[in-house]
């Protein structure tokens, strides 16, 4: 694997307090010359070996070391470090560090800044070779090991600092490089740009009251980190969900089903796929009153006019390019389900189309899990059921193959 894949990629190292601490040293710099941003984390213990100075120096950033210290919370604490970083090394990690990993404790800057990182970590364990063989540590080593999340580079064997001889040396500098790189090879999506609408959308009749529903966003935030993880540059339009994970892929901020419109029509001719996952809402009040309006002189009947339908509009403006993205929709229906997604489909120019009984248990808004038919253009039918993870993996395998052959230019910028 080309060390190269990290250029441009956000990396956390996180320090243990070990004797191969500074060893660590030449590996922030060995990222760094392999094009990573790299950032540093160190336990209380690390500290005691090199100077937060060092790191400092070698990474170009401050270091955290102190979760309790207000000026290093205030600019860029653990919980935005968390959030910036997409792949987290830990080397050393100590025969202490594995145990807090695998406990899920957050008692120094690197198990709490570890605890809120969603991504990938990548643990290079060093310590003496008893304490590596300890039953304790290998049952961490093992319960770790069995999450795909964590990747395990060393120990290697040789003489220890310690004197002693057998496993416990922190991998090669080099070698946990090249690790840290394969976890970004280049993934089945990658140099595609995907535009995906997610959450619901609001209709304000005057500035206290709006017309929406109750979707949370997730079938769509889990269709972005899919796309993500397979290599390609997200973009999500996303309605009003409250706080939600946003690391690593652009999320445009909208709220009414025009700011969906006028956002995604700005971006659909550059990208390779649209995945339309949002509630837009098909209404909206005639008008909206500049002030809160009083009960006492409200209106009783409301009348609503039609959104713009994000979707067909989209589809209407690319249809009859030679080099078109996938259009993807969802359709939520509570009967006749597969006869009302085809006529969507074929209503609105898709390539296909996600159907989704919202009346089903473990289906439709806000749960975690989801069951669908997945229907395209060319005829096939295909049902999918799991989590809104694994639902949205099968979805962009499934249009992978729809994909025009060359990606879009603006899928090859940074991601
Ligand atoms: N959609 C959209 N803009 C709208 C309405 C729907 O982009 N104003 C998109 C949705 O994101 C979804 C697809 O169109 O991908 C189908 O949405 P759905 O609400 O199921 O269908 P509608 O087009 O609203 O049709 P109907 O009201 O007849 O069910």
Sequence with gaps: MEASALQGRRVIVGVGGGIAAYKACELVRELG??????????????????????????????????????????????????????????????????????????????????????????????????????????ENVAALRAEPRFQFVGPGAGMLACGDVGAGRLAEVGAIVVAAASL????????????????????????????????????????????????????????????????????????????????????????????????????KPETRAAQKVKKSEGPETLTLVRTPDVLAEASKRVSGREKRPVLVGFAAETQRVVEYARDKLERKGLDAIVANDVSAPGAGFGVDTNQVTVLTRDGTQREMSGTKREVARSILNLIQDFLPRTPSPSGRGPG
């Design 33 to 138: 010359r392999a094009g990573a941003q790299v950032r540093v984390a160190m336990t209380e213990a690390a500290k005691q070996f090199v100077t937060p100075l060092t790191f400092q120096a070698l990474s170009g950033h401050p270091v955290l070391t102190d979760y309790f210290d207000p000026a290093q919370e205030g600019n860029f604490g653990h919980l935005d470090l968390a959030r910036w970083a997409e792949l987290y090394v830990v080397a050393p990690t100590t025969a202490d560090l594995l145990a807090r990993i695998r406990a899920g404790m957050g008692n120094d800057a690197v198990t709490t800044s570890l605890l809120a990182f969603r991504g990938p970590v990548l643990l290079a364990p060093a310590m003496n070779v008893a304490m590596w063989e300890n039953e304790r540590t290998q």
């Design 184 to 283: 970004f090879a280049p993934g089945p999506l990658a140099g595609r740009h995907v535009l995906i609408t997610a959450g619901p959308t609001r209709e304000y009749l005057d500035p206290v009251r709006f017309i929406s529903n109750p979707s949370t966003g997730k079938m769509g935030l889990a269709l972005a980190e899919a796309a993500r993880g397979m290599g390609a540059k997200v973009t999500v339009v996303l309605g009003p969900v409250g706080t939600v994970e946003r690391s690593g892929y652009e999320v445009v901020d909208v709220v009414s089903a025009e700011d969906m419109a006028r956002e995604v029509l700005a971006r659909v001719d550059e990208v390779d796929c649209f995945i339309a996952t949002a509630a837009v809402s098909d209404w």
